[in-house]
C-alpha cells in the first residue's frame, strides 16, 4: 500500500525566499511520485512528477523535486519565491504496477510575503 | 486550454437526501475519476471509470456511491443517502490513458456540505 506524508500544512516564505515543501513516502516498491498544485478556484494542476531515470525532476513555474530513495522523500523546492506560488501543493504516489489511482497527502498551503 | 468543469462548485444539502455531482472531463479522454477531500483530510480516490465501467474502487465506494456516464460529455457521481460524513470537497478528474505518461487533469471540486 502507499502513502504520503506531507510536513507542514501551512509555510510562509517571504518573497525571493527559498520555498521547500516536505514530502515523504511508503511504499513496498518504488512508486512513481508527483507534485500537484491547486490555484483558489481552480483544479489540481501538475507541477511535475518522477517515474524512473533521473531523480532531480524539473517542473513548471521554476519549481523542481528530487527523489530520495533512501529517505524516502520527494521534496518540492523553488530558489526564489514569487507573490504568484502561493497556492496549495499536494504531493501524490501511485504505484508503477496496477492501478493508476493516486493516494494523496493533505496539502500544503504556500503564502508567500511580500 | 481544454480543461475539466464540475458543477455546482457549492452543492448543500440535508442529511438522506440524494446527491448528483457533476462533471465534464476533457472531450479526448477515456479514463475518468472522482477523489474527494474530507476538510483538513488527505485527497483519497473513490473510483476510476474506463469504457462504461469501473475499472477501480475503493472502500469509501460503498453502495451509497454511484458513477454513470450519461452521455458523451457527462460524467457524475450520485450519491444516494447523504450523510453528514459525506461532506468534503469533490474532483473529478480524466486522463487520456492509464499508463504513466498520461496525467490526470483535474476540476476546480464542489464542495458538499450535508446538513
Known amino acids: 500500500a502507499q502513502s504520503v506524508t506531507q510536513l507542514g500544512s501551512h509555510v510562509s516564505v517571504s518573497e525571493g525566499a527559498l520555498v521547500l515543501l516536505r514530502c515523504n513516502y511508503s511504499s513496498s516498491v518504488p512508486p512513481y511520485l508527483f507534485w500537484y498544485v491547486q490555484y483558489p478556484n481552480q483544479g489540481l494542476q501538475l507541477l511535475l512528477k518522477y517515474t524512473t531515470g533521473a531523480t532531480l525532476v524539473k517542473g513548471i513555474n521554476g519549481f523542481e523535486a528530487e527523489f530520495k530513495k533512501s529517505e524516502t522523500s520527494f521534496h518540492l523546492t523553488k530558489p526564489s519565491a514569487h507573490m504568484s506560488d502561493a497556492a496549495e501543493y499536494f504531493c501524490?504516489?501511485?504505484?508503477?504496477?496496477?492501478?493508476?489511482?493516486?493516494?494523496f497527502g493533505t496539502g500544503t498551503r504556500l503564502t508567500v510575503i511580500p | 486550454e481544454p480543461e475539466v468543469t464540475q458543477t455546482p462548485s457549492h452543492q448543500v444539502t440535508q442529511m438522506g437526501q440524494e446527491v448528483i455531482l457533476r462533471c465534464v472531463p476533457i472531450?479526448?479522454?477515456?479514463?475518468f475519476y472522482w477523489y474527494r477531500q474530507i476538510l483538513g483530510q488527505k485527497v483519497e480516490f473513490l473510483v476510476s471509470f474506463y469504457n462504461n465501467e469501473i475499472s477501480e474502487k475503493s472502500e469509501i465506494f460503498d453502495d451509497q456511491f454511484s458513477v454513470e456516464r450519461p452521455d458523451g460529455s457527462n460524467f457524475t457521481l450520485k450519491i444516494r443517502s447523504t450523510k453528514l460524513e459525506d461532506s468534503a470537497m469533490y474532483f473529478c478528474?480524466?486522463?487520456?490513458?492509464?499508463?504513466?505518461?498520461?496525467?490526470?487533469?483535474f476540476g476546480p471540486g464542489t464542495r458538499l456540505t450535508v446538513l
Open positions: 478528474a480524466s486522463s487520456l490513458g492509464a499508463g504513466i505518461t498520461d496525467t490526470q487533469y
Open positions: 501524490a504516489v501511485r504505484s508503477p504496477t496496477g492501478a493508476n489511482n493516486l493516494f
Open positions: 472531450s479526448n479522454h477515456l479514463y
